[in-house]
């Protein structure tokens, strides 16, 4: 019998970072009641809609995230139950001891240009959910009948868009990548994906293993200017940060050895560069950036200005949270208003509605133990009813809860419906993983 067997803390969101909440609860509070609510019937957040098809290894990490659930008769998952939908955060902390929101961001922030409202500007949640067929997405039908498409920004989701546009059938065929999304990227007369940096090499956001893997597309060559790239770094650069610039810098100098070539598709890499207008009627013609000079690693505009014809812009420039009512938001920051991970008493948060979008999975596993203990040291006064007063509130509500039982029941579904060598056939859609659920097999 261990002190905590009484207690029991809900996390709402089952990506990385409420699945290392949980992990972290099965260490430092053995016995307590965990129950990960999800609005989605599918368990992983990101790792299933976000991370890149091509990347099936990173997406491996949810075998880790199953055990946590399935190991431990403690945790539970209770999908397709969303928390400002179905439940409000006062139901939550009337049931459970204590509340971790682990809920993401999912929301595109807004570049706040001109000509931002018009067909065929996409946000890079919605353009990646697109294609790695999350159901929030799947109608977002983009039109790729084009010549030209702006990719901004140079983080890695901006990499992830570039390169899946890039791909043909034959690389993504070991992927779980969108029929549709594959059929449509394929057909597409796209020929020119510029990816904009506003500020310079030095400052590219993006990691090296994934810039890399730019100069090795079957069908697509990446080009970057070799006059933008400095021979030296800063002085004042730590060594740590040098090390991992230099390989960045490499990796580009590679990159600018590459000529235009007869491949179906080009990616050019253009540093120092901000757009400033979205041009065009009603649907995307072009582009206007503006010239950029870094001082001090910030981006500053030179007033000289250049316009790229293209008929797509999709913007990959950092993603916010969702406000959810009764719940504090710090609007600057597109996170909840949080003091070291406490939200409000018995309220704790994790992940990226803590920290915004930022950094690798792994960085969430540091960030939620360091949460866990909060909560684990506010634990105090008598215990709530936990997930068997959950299970009366849901039946109360009528509502369909999704147990990790049922989600097996869906992947297993998935699996079979997958033309080898690919993992899986996502469903497009929620009410298609429930009927199949429901369907006697
Ligand atoms: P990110 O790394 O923050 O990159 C955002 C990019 O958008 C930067 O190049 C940024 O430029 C640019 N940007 C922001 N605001 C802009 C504006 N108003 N105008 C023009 N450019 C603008 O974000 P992300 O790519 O969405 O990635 C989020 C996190 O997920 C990152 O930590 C990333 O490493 C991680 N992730 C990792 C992987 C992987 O490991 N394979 C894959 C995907 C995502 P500045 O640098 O000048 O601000």
New binding site residues.
């Given amino acids: 019998m261990s002190e905590f067997n009484d207690r029991s803390v809900a996390i709402v969101g089952s990506g990385p970072g409420g699945m290392y909440v949980a992990q972290a609860l099965l260490e430092k509070a053995p016995g307590c009641k965990i129950d990960i609510i999800d609005r989605l019937p599918s368990p992983f957040g990101l790792i299933r809609g976000?991370?890149?098809p091509d990347?099936q290894n990173?997406k491996r990490v949810d075998k880790k995230y199953t055990q946590t659930i399935t190991n431990n008769n403690e945790v539970r998952y209770v999908g397709n139950i969303a928390l400002g939908r179905d439940v409000s955060l006062k139901d939550l902390t009337e049931i459970y001891d204590a509340v971790v929101l682990a809920y993401g961001a999912p929301y595109d922030?807004k570049?706040?240009i001109p000509g931002e409202d018009k067909e065929n500007v996409y946000g890079?949640n919605a353009f990646v959910g697109w294609y790695n067929c999350h159901p929030d997405f799947i109608d977002l039908k983009p039109n790729l009948e084009i010549n030209t498409a702006a990719v901004?920004?140079?983080?890695?989701?901006?990499i992830?868009v570039a390169r899946v546009l890039s791909r043909t059938p034959q690389e993504m065929a070991t992927t779980d990548i969108a029929d549709y999304a594959m059929d449509s990227i394929d057909a597409a007369s796209l020929k020119d994906i510029y990816m904009?940096?506003?500020?310079g090499p030095i400052?590219?956001?993006?990691?090296n293993?994934?810039l890399k893997e730019m100069g090795e597309l079957e069908a697509a060559t990446t080009l970057v200017d070799p006059n933008i790239i400095p021979t030296d770094l800063p002085d004042n650069m730590d060594d740590r940060t040098k090390k991992v610039r230099t390989r960045i810098l490499d990796t580009l100098r590679l990159l600018s050895k590459s000529k235009a070539n007869e491949k179906r598709r080009t990616v050019h890499i253009e540093f120092y560069a901000?757009?400033i207008e979205i041009l065009g009627s009603n649907k995307v013609e072009g582009i206007r950036m503006e010239r950029t000079e870094v001082v001090n690693g910030r981006?500053i505009g030179t007033g000289e200005t250049f316009d790229i014809p293209c008929e797509m812009v999709i913007t990959?420039?950092?993603?916010r949270a969702e406000a959810i009512e009764g719940i504090p938001f710090n609007e600057r920051n597109g996170i909840v208003e949080h003091t070291e991970g406490r939200v409000a008493p018995r309220v704790y948060a994790a992940g990226w509605v803590k920290r915004g979008?930022?950094?690798?999975i792994g960085t969430n596993r540091l960030d939620s133990y360091a949460v866990t203990d909060l909560l684990v040291s506010d634990f105090s006064g008598k215990a709530k009813g936990g997930p068997k007063e959950m299970d009366t509130f849901i039946k109360g509500r009528g509502l369909q809860a999704i147990t990790f039982d049922d989600w097996l029941v869906i992947k297993e579904l998935e699996e079979n419906a997958a033309i080898e060598p690919a993992p899986r056939r996502k469903f497009y859609t929620v009410d298609t993983m429930l009927e199949a659920l429901n369907t006697p097999r």
């Fill in positions: 976000g991370v890149a990347h990173t922030n570049l706040g890079s901004i920004g140079i983080g890695n989701v901006a992830d904009f940096a506003r500020r400052e590219a956001a993006c990691t293993t994934e901000s757009p981006c990959c420039i950092g993603s979008a930022t950094g690798t």
